[in-house]
């Protein structure tokens, strides 16, 4: 495994040593797990990013075009805002 230093202010160090004696593999397990969740974001929203650009709104009106235009079954009704 390779090394890589942070340095962490010294509230955000206690809090990271608090919630990692709580689980197994230490302070540097706890940190690996917290930047493989960051980067699973990152990915995800990259993702996200890049199928919306692939979208167009004439493409998302002709799928809603094909929707019937009929009373929603009892129980489905949106409530209404207050």
Not at 5 to 32: H, K, Y
């Amino acid at each position: 495994m390779n090394r890589f230093i942070v340095e962490l202010p010294a509230d955000l160090q206690a809090d990271v040593a608090r919630r990692a004696s709580q689980q197994p593999g230490g302070e540097s397990a706890w940190v690996a797990d917290a930047v493989r969740e960051k980067l699973a974001a990152c990915a995800q929203l990259e993702y996200l990013e890049a199928r919306a650009a692939r979208g167009s709104r004439e493409a998302y009106e002709r799928v809603l075009a094909k929707v019937p235009a009929v009373e929603p079954v009892p129980g489905d009704r949106r409530r209404p805002q207050s």
